[in-house]
């Protein structure tokens, strides 16, 4: 009954968001073409975060690795762009392949300041290896998708259509892989790690997969973004983009599927919407950070999941833990007691 | 020969100024296991603050107090009224820190705009003093001569005085240092703004040589990072010994492979984090 739900639900999203550009102006478009690539991202870093429980705080180098591998085969050595977009994931998986190594044998806060320092780390070769990444300039001049057969990419709709269509790929994946006995060995793992080592599970292994497949969605999500902006730049693997995609899973529901996809959304808009009164997004983007840790710690779809979970209590669904308790839980019981 | 000793001179002063900053951040997490991601803010506002005074007064000592002073301050609120309520919450705590990071990196642009400023330095100490076959200015001289002194007294501090036992037996068991009857609440208060207050002072020192600008917050902070991830974080002698370390190979890196100096600092990084997770003063 409730997977029925949630399909029938699924399938009114996926028609509504078909839908929705015949019936807003172009420039929502745009906006939705922004959330999806976000939403896409988060939902990659929300397979860390939410179900593994670990906080890294440098998943737009994955993304950016991959937008600028675009930008530098296509700009500099005129690949097409298809076979540029594929380098570009590969890429992605191989930098995740790499940092995933350090990075996964910590945990906790070491993780995150070792994900922040990493992830800075490719920043600072984005912005001074000047010979190949342009430096602060960027990479302008990413030519436009064109598959040969459909998709132009002046016609916005029809890159809405292929975004949304990859979006729609990799999110069936994901939710194939969240419900697989693997994602559910994450959950272990987020709950209690010394536990699920005692079961006789590798942890790390596991750790580690989750950690590539993470960086290899951001990956999908920094091509698909190439593609539509034409341009890389160092803000887009920045820290603060790295933070705004926590906030994105944190904001949406960490732990939740589709939650990364509706923080993307409210911080598209709100960014857009802000832009048009007032140059001060960071304080704003600030102060939301601020104020989601104070009250939603859950966000939005942990909220609403929290509010259905007292209404029938037989039926206990999917936890969504807060991050931030999930990570304390997990802390206490893997403490030694020192 | 020159260009070894001028390019190591260069790195430990550097190394000197994250040590103000690394030292604050290490024992902040040393106490509260909070990763404070404002760290960098810390140093920037403690630069914008000494330019400001500097310009107003003309004062480089009265600068220095005022900073730490401003620092210490806002670290006091940030502790009491904010962190605080999320005790070993570590991901609400860094989100925290990391929305503060924001707010302050706009009201800084907002306060004292977008242009690099420079603090000019103090007149006692421009100019250029001979080491061997060098000439090297001296005020990087004086700020590796603070450096020694902050981490001298932090140790005194730290292993001689009846606080700096209370604060050991804080970071070793807080529980039990509470059963033992030490008021921890306001030690870790103390604390707090103690590391916020060193790296106020570091912006300060850092002013005349590397200036104040939009971004120099997060672009110390990896670095103040970087130097806990080798040397461990919660240890003094880590933070120290990490500073110089990362100071120097910044600074030859910089020389050596301009284009990639900031992503060759990630290597020793990563070799020291596959040797050692936990750095190489850290705990296990």
């Given at each position: 009954m409730a997977a029925r739900l949630r399909i029938a639900g699924l399938g009114l999203g996926l028609a509504a968001l078909l839908a929705l550009p015949r019936l807003l102006p172009v420039y929502f478009t745009h906006l939705l073409i922004l959330t999806l690539i976000y939403g896409l991202s988060g939902m990659g870093l929300d397979i860390l975060l939410g179900y593994t429980g670990l906080t890294s705080f440098g998943h737009a180098a994955y993304f950016g690795m991959a937008a600028y591998t675009v930008g530098v085969l296509t700009t500099r050595f005129h690949l097409a762009m298809p076979p540029a977009m594929l380098a570009g994931i590969v890429a992605a998986a191989l930098l995740a392949a790499a940092f995933g190594l350090l990075a996964t044998r910590t945990t906790r806060v070491y993780f995150i300041i070792i994900t922040l320092a990493l992830g800075m780390g490719l920043w600072g070769l984005a912005y001074r290896w000047v010979s190949v990444t342009g430096g602060d300039n960027g990479l302008p001049g990413i030519p436009p998708l064109d598959l040969g057969f459909a998709w132009p990419r002046r016609d916005v709709t029809g890159l809405y259509r292929f975004v949304l269509a990859v979006f729609g790929g990799?999110?069936?994946?994901?939710?194939?892989?969240?419900?697989?006995?693997?994602?559910?060995?994450?959950?272990?793992?987020?709950?209690s790690e010394s536990r699920m080592r005692m079961l006789g599970f590798y942890t790390w292994l596991h750790t580690y997969v989750a950690f590539i497949v993470a960086g290899t969605v951001a990956g999908v999500a920094g091509v698909l973004?190439?593609?539509?902006?034409?341009?890389?730049?160092?803000?887009?693997?920045?820290?603060?983009?790295?933070?705004?995609?926590?906030?994105?899973?944190?904001?949406?529901g960490a732990g939740t599927l589709f939650g990364p996809l509706l923080g993307a959304g409210l911080v598209v808009f709100l960014r857009n919407l802000v832009s048009a009164y007032?140059?001060?997004?960071?304080?704003?983007?600030?102060?939301?950070?601020?104020?989601?840790?104070?009250?939603?710690?859950?966000?939005?779809?942990?909220?609403?999941?929290?509010?259905?979970?007292?209404r029938r209590p037989p039926l206990p669904p999917p936890a969504a833990v807060p991050a931030g308790e999930a990570v304390h839980q997990a802390a206490e019981a893997t403490r030694e007691g020192t | 020969m020159q260009f070894w000793i001028a390019q190591t001179l260069n790195g430990l002063s550097f190394g000197a100024l994250l040590f103000l900053l690394?030292?604050?951040?290490?024992?902040?997490f040393g106490l509260m296991r909070i990763v404070n991601i404002a760290h960098g803010s810390?140093?920037?506002?403690?630069?914008?603050?000494?330019?400001?005074?500097?310009?107003?007064?003309?004062?480089?000592?009265?600068?220095?107090?005022?900073?730490?002073?401003?620092?210490?301050?806002?670290?006091?609120?940030m502790q009491r009224l904010f962190l605080a309520r999320f005790y070993r919450q570590e991901l609400a705590q860094v989100l925290l820190t990391m929305g503060f990071t924001f707010v302050f990196a706009d009201l800084t642009l907002l306060l004292w705009g977008g242009d690099p400023q420079r603090l000019s330095v103090p007149p006692l100490l421009a100019r250029a003093v001979p080491i061997g076959p060098v000439f090297f200015p001296a005020y990087r001289l004086a700020v590796m001569l603070v450096g020694a002194t902050v981490a001298l007294l932090l140790w005194l501090v730290q292993e001689k005085t009846r606080i700096g036992a209370v604060v050991r037996a804080a970071v070793d068991d807080q529980e039990m240092a509470r059963g033992l009857g030490i008021n921890v609440?306001?030690?870790?208060?103390?604390m707090f703004a103690l590391g916020a207050a060193l790296a106020g002072f570091g912006g300060v020192m850092g002013a005349p040589f590397l200036g104040a600008y939009p971004g120099a917050d997060s672009d110390v902070l990896p670095l103040a990072f970087?130097?806990?991830?080798?040397?461990?974080?919660?240890?003094?002698?880590?933070?120290?010994?990490?500073?110089?370390?990362?100071?120097?190979?910044?600074?030859?890196?910089k020389a050596l492979f301009p284009e990639l100096s900031y992503f060759t600092l990630f290597v020793p990084m990563a070799v020291i984090l596959a040797i050692r997770p936990t750095g190489l003063f850290g705990r296990t």
């Open positions: 990799v999110a069936f994946l994901l939710y194939r892989f969240v419900h697989s006995p693997f994602g559910l060995t994450l959950r272990g793992i987020r709950e973004y190439a593609a539509y902006n034409g341009f890389v730049s160092p803000p887009d693997l920045h820290i603060t983009a790295s933070a705004e995609q926590v906030l994105v899973v944190i904001l949406g007032t140059h001060r997004w960071m304080l704003i983007l600030g102060t939301i950070f601020i104020l989601t840790v104070l009250y939603a710690p859950q966000g939005v779809l942990g909220g609403i999941r929290a509010v259905l979970a007292r | 690394a030292s604050g951040l290490s024992l902040i810390y140093y920037l506002l403690g630069a914008y603050v000494a330019i400001s005074v500097v310009r107003a007064t003309g004062s480089f000592l009265l600068a220095v107090v005022t900073a730490a002073a401003v620092l210490a301050a806002i670290g006091v609120v609440g306001p030690l870790l208060t103390g970087a130097v806990v991830i080798i040397g461990g974080l919660g240890s003094l002698k880590g933070a120290l010994v990490g500073s110089a370390l990362v100071g120097v190979l910044d600074n030859l890196g």
